[in-house]
């Protein structure tokens, strides 16, 4: 006979409970996402149920459950408030040890749950925002009403006034920061971006790029690691263990800071790159290259000396 359970009220007070289920036959534990039906299965070591604030910015208070391998590494996270003694009876059936965090200082929750294991994933239990859903036909709508603009202006002899209007419209684009409306005035995207993002995303998977299309990227040419931010090369290093070539990655968090920091066989910072990065995106990267990876949380000082150091040695 299986276990059931489901989260009682949202990750953060006043928010949507997520439509997520756990089931377990006492050999494993299955999750189920119902908002998108999405499923996998797991066998954890240990449970971990938390409560903490979002940041030391944000009291906002968030709550969730992790699922740890052996060496206490977050496998699942999944956001929801989970009824504590309905939780402790599941873990009883499944018989996987629970530990309740929710009385832990909130720099400890914080650490625990930014040691992530390779292949970590978070699921939510809920749809995706509905702007999301419109955007992809929106932009296709906006690209065709733009060729059929360009293609009027250019059969009456206004070729010009297109190319004015158009050099407006991105000057628009860059104000209001409504990149999806570039389509309106470079049609051509309309062919060309998907297949550039397909083709982006395939090196991701592969592990030869790490990075959103839009840059900064991290990619390989040879034996040179190479900093790129669209069609500009930020710096190109050397992947050895000789001095001064790129040969570990920190993937760093500091409160709502996190980064991407490259060093050398010296430990010393080569480049920079702050930002949001997926982990397994940047795991699969490491294997491939031979780079080692480490993820860490910071502490405000050592983040302090992390930034100082990036600034002195990174272009």
Not at 46 to 53: A, E, G, R
Not at 145 to 166: D, E, K, N, P, Q
Request: glycine letters at 8%; hydrophobic letters at 40%.
């Amino acid at each position: 006979m299986k276990a059931q359970l489901k989260p009682c009220a949202g990750a953060t007070s006043g928010s949507r409970c997520p439509k997520t289920t756990l089931t377990s036959d006492g050999t494993a534990l299955d999750v189920t996402d119902e908002a998108t039906g999405h499923s996998i299965r797991l066998t954890p070591a240990s449970l971990y149920q938390y409560k903490c604030p979002q940041s030391a910015k944000n009291s906002a208070v968030v709550h969730g459950l992790a699922a740890l391998d052996e060496d206490g590494l977050v496998l699942l996270d999944l956001p929801g408030e989970w009824y504590a003694p309905h939780l402790r009876d599941f873990a009883a059936a499944s018989r996987i040890p629970l530990y309740d965090a929710r009385q832990q200082r909130p720099s400890h929750v914080r650490a625990m749950l930014a040691a992530r294991a390779p292949g970590w994933q978070r699921i939510r239990g809920l749809p995706a925002p509905s702007l999301a859903t419109w955007r992809k036909p929106v932009s296709i709508c906006l690209g065709v009403a733009g060729i059929g603009l360009m293609a009027y202006l250019a059969s009456t002899g206004m070729w010009v006034f297109w190319r004015g209007l158009a050099t407006l419209g991105r000057v628009l684009i860059d104000l209001i920061d409504a990149k999806w409306l570039l389509m309106m005035f470079s049609p051509a995207l309309l062919l060309l971006r998907p297949a550039w993002a397909k083709l982006h995303r395939r090196r991701v998977a592969r592990g030869t790029a790490i990075g959103p299309i839009t840059g900064p990227n991290l990619k390989v040419r040879g034996r040179s690691l190479l900093v790129t931010h669209g069609k500009e090369e930020l710096n190109e290093l050397p992947i050895g263990q000789h001095p001064g070539a790129a040969s570990n990655l920190l993937l760093y968090q500091h409160e709502d800071r996190s980064g991407l920091v490259v060093f050398d066989n010296a430990h010393h910072p080569c480049h920079h790159l702050p930002g949001t990065w997926n982990p397994d995106d940047v795991n699969r990267f490491a294997d491939r290259h031979g780079l080692e990876l480490a993820v860490l949380r910071l502490t405000r000082q050592e983040y302090l000396n992390l930034t100082r150091a990036c600034r002195e040695a990174t272009p």
